[in-house]
């Protein structure tokens, strides 16, 4: 096993960022009673025994999505709260984990079923669930209406992948987008992705909404070609920023 991949930065006195060897983030939020654990990254390490250098609350596990970089550490935990609609998707990251799984004697912890619009009570500060479903079809955030942060796992993220088999049309990810800012878009000024290395701005919802709009009217002329591990695709800028773009496949527009 892997050790000190672990990058803990402190954003606020009650709020952990937690960077995985720059593969993926996650978070612990604590609360009066409680505290959250915000996805489990890798599961390279032992993040259970990490969490309890910085807090010792019961700890409440939800996972923003099924993909491996989110849910391989839930195996250090006892439960952990996922959308039903990604209950197959995370099934099928598990069992290609199974034999790393095997050799360090873990088992993936049972799910719990998320609901749109569900409270969690840590004691002084409470999060609810929102739909950002697009990336994957359950796709969660964690709102904190507290802080005015939106928990945004890879539903609302600057590079999002919109390409793979278990992303839905573009289409629905701009009615999220829409839904979200109608919904919600006065209750948080800040967005922690599952990729982050620290706050961003809540524009980046205008910023998304703008490039689902010009990939769905056909504005594909700085289009260029994106490789990943199943292939290649494309990638539409949606600013300035290297890096910035929705990654999608033309049978998704």
Same mark, same amino acid.
């Not at 969660?140 to 939106?150: A, E, K, S, V, W």
């Not at 800012?181 to 998304?208: C, M, N, P, W, Y």
């Not at 709009?213 to 002329?221: A, F, I, M, T, V």
């Given at each position: 096993?892997?050790?000190?991949?672990?990058?803990?930065?402190?954003?606020?006195?009650?709020?952990?960022?937690?960077?995985?060897?720059?593969?993926?983030?996650?978070?612990?939020?604590?609360?009066?009673?409680?505290?959250?654990?915000?996805?489990?990254?890798?599961?390279?390490?032992?993040?259970?025994?990490?969490?309890?250098?910085?807090?010792?609350?019961?700890?409440?596990?939800?996972?923003?999505?099924?993909?491996?970089?989110?849910?391989?550490?839930?195996?250090?935990?006892?439960?952990?709260?996922?959308?039903?609609?990604?209950?197959?998707?995370?099934?099928?990251?598990?069992?290609?984990?199974?034999?790393?799984?095997?050799?360090?004697?873990?088992?993936?912890?049972?799910?719990?079923?998320?609901?749109?619009?569900?409270?969690?009570?840590?004691?002084?500060?409470?999060?609810?669930?929102?739909?950002?479903?697009?990336?994957?079809?359950?796709?969660? !955030?964690?709102?904190?209406? +507290?802080?005015? $942060?939106?928990?945004?796992?890879?539903? #609302? @993220?600057?590079?999002?992948?919109?390409? =793979?088999?278990?992303?839905?049309?573009?289409?629905?990810?701009?009615?999220?987008?829409?839904?979200?800012?109608?919904?919600?878009?006065?209750?948080?000024?800040?967005?922690?992705?599952?990729?982050?290395?620290?706050?961003?701005?809540?524009?980046?919802?205008?910023?998304?909404?703008?490039?689902?709009?010009?990939?769905?009217?056909?504005?594909?002329?700085?289009?260029?070609?994106?490789?990943?591990? !199943?292939?290649?695709?494309? +990638?539409?800028? $949606?600013?300035?920023?290297?890096?910035? #773009? @929705?990654?999608?496949?033309?049978?998704? =527009?």
């Amino acid at each position: 096993m892997s050790e000190q991949r672990a990058i803990i930065k402190q954003l606020l006195p009650h709020l952990y960022l937690i960077d995985d060897a720059g593969e993926s983030t996650c978070y612990l939020i604590c609360g009066q009673e409680k505290a959250m654990v915000i996805d489990t990254v890798n599961g390279m390490e032992n993040l259970h025994a990490i969490i309890r250098t910085l807090t010792d609350l019961p700890l409440v596990v939800v996972n923003t999505h099924g993909h491996c970089d989110h849910i391989y550490g839930n195996a250090f935990f006892e439960e952990a709260w996922l959308h039903p609609a990604d209950r197959a998707l995370a099934a099928e990251h598990f069992a290609m984990f199974q034999e790393e799984y095997d050799k360090q004697g873990l088992t993936a912890c049972p799910f719990r079923d998320a609901a749109i619009g569900q409270v969690f009570d840590l004691g002084g500060l409470t999060l609810e669930v929102v739909d950002l479903k697009g990336h994957t079809a359950g796709s969660i !955030g964690l709102l904190d209406r +507290q802080d005015r $942060i939106l928990f945004s796992g890879d539903g #609302v @993220i600057p590079h999002i992948w919109m390409q =793979l088999d278990e992303g839905l049309p573009l289409k629905e990810l701009q009615q999220m987008l829409q839904s979200l800012k109608a919904q919600h878009g006065s209750e948080f000024d800040r967005i922690l992705t599952g990729h982050a290395k620290d706050f961003l701005s809540a524009d980046l919802v205008d910023i998304l909404l703008q490039g689902c709009g010009e990939l769905l009217c056909g504005q594909r002329d700085n289009d260029k070609p994106y490789e990943y591990f !199943g292939g290649t695709c494309w +990638q539409h800028p $949606i600013s300035n920023t290297p890096g910035e #773009v @929705i990654v999608y496949t033309e049978d998704k =527009l």
